[in-house]
Nanobody
Framework: QVQLVESGGGLVQAGGSLRLSCVAS????????MGWFRQAPEKTRERVAT????????WYADSVKGRFTISRDNAKNTVYLQMNSLKPEDTGVYYC????????????WGQGTQVTVSS
């Protein structure tokens, strides 16, 4: 079982930056693919970025490409999401998730952290 706790959300002006962290406990996530998702009010949850178990492969949604960077530190059992040039449409609850092993079926989820970008 993997427990995930996100932090780093908050209120920021458009153009600003935030760094989200996701700390895992229960077992090492070094062998897990990981991802960040977000859900805006009255919208479905969307995948924002993913990173494979080694950190050697990443994927980004078109809406965040070039502005967000996902990374991981397996020694710290932590995954990060650096968010730059934030826009009001980036507002939402951001969730960290762990896939089932090296697949891409996300089965473990954190409780989420709120990101609000003001215009």
């Amino acid at each position: 079982q993997v427990q995930l706790v996100e932090s780093g959300g908050g209120l920021v002006q458009a153009g600003g930056s935030l760094r989200l962290s996701c700390v895992a406990s229960g077992r090492s996530i070094s062998g897990y693919n990981m991802g960040w998702f977000r859900q805006a009010p009255e919208k479905t949850r969307e995948r924002v970025a993913t990173i494979n178990w080694s950190g050697g492969s990443t994927w980004y949604a078109d809406s965040v490409k070039g502005r967000f960077t996902i990374s991981r530190d397996n020694a710290k059992n932590t995954v990060y999401l650096q968010m730059n040039s934030l826009k009001p449409e980036d507002t939402g609850v951001y969730y960290c998730a762990a896939a089932n092993g090296v697949g891409w079926s996300f089965v473990y989820w954190g409780q989420g952290t709120q990101v609000t970008v003001s215009s």
